[in-house]
């Protein structure tokens, strides 16, 4: 069964429409250059709206280690997903700390591919950039042996044939539930339904 994260939500009216549809996780953004971009007070307000059986994820782009642990302590985060420069030093860094970590890699060709198998990253995430809201050639996963959370350009048309023809552990989107930059409780549905469906 494909899990769900609905991913760079910043109002309440979001957090509403996410505790209706139940996705597993969704996501925060702390990175300053992201229009998805929203601060820790703000996070911490949603966060305590947010229902109890859907995970809060951090999502970093070469943070420090000490912001991303005050986020997790202050329980505004429960995972850390890095998009950034980030090692696996930094990784088990993270983990020594409790938190459990999802490292994203760019797929341009197969080596990265190879390098995400091989993370220390308690979860991988293949997508097609930084936010950038494109696909990439899914070809390169078909040989996948670990689970991993797949993004980049993924909408209400496209999700039903990546669920099906990859069965990713789970799907990430962004973008592809925005209207005029912002999130469309009618998009957020018909995504969430999609997948599901495909589970039943």
């Known amino acids: 069964m494909t899990l769900v994260k609905l991913c760079g939500l ?23 250059k992201s229009k998805r971009n929203i601060s820790k007070e703000d996070a911490a307000i949603l966060k305590k709206k947010l229902d109890k059986s859907i995970k809060a994820v951090g ?17 505004i985060i429960d995972y850390a997903q890095l ?30 591919v190879f390098e995400a198998e091989n993370s220390k990253a308690d979860m991988i995430m293949f ?8 696909t990439f050639d899914w070809g390169f996963l078909q040989k996948v042996k670990r689970p991993y959370f797949l993004a980049g350009g993924l909408d209400t048309e496209n999700v039903t044939e990546a669920v099906k023809n990859l069965k990713p552990y789970a799907v990430d989107v962004s ?3 925005e209207t005029d930059g912002k999130k469309d409780p009618d998009k957020m549905e018909l995504f969430v339904s999609r997948v599901r469906t495909i589970n039943m």
């Open 10 to 32: 910043t109002r309440e009216k979001d957090i509403i429409a996410a505790n209706e549809l139940k996705p597993d996780y969704i996501g925060f953004v702390f990175f300053e």
């Open 83 to 112: 998009h950034g420069h980030e090692d696996d030093d930094y990784i088990r860094a993270l983990q020594d700390k409790g938190i459990s970590v999802i490292k994203a890699f760019k797929v341009t060709d197969e080596s990265g």
């Open 127 to 134: 997508d097609a950039g930084a936010g950038c809201g494109e």
């Open 59 to 75: 999502v970093f782009v070469d943070a420090t280690i000490t912001f991303i642990s005050d986020l997790y302590n202050e329980g």
């Open 175 to 177: 973008s592809g539930i």
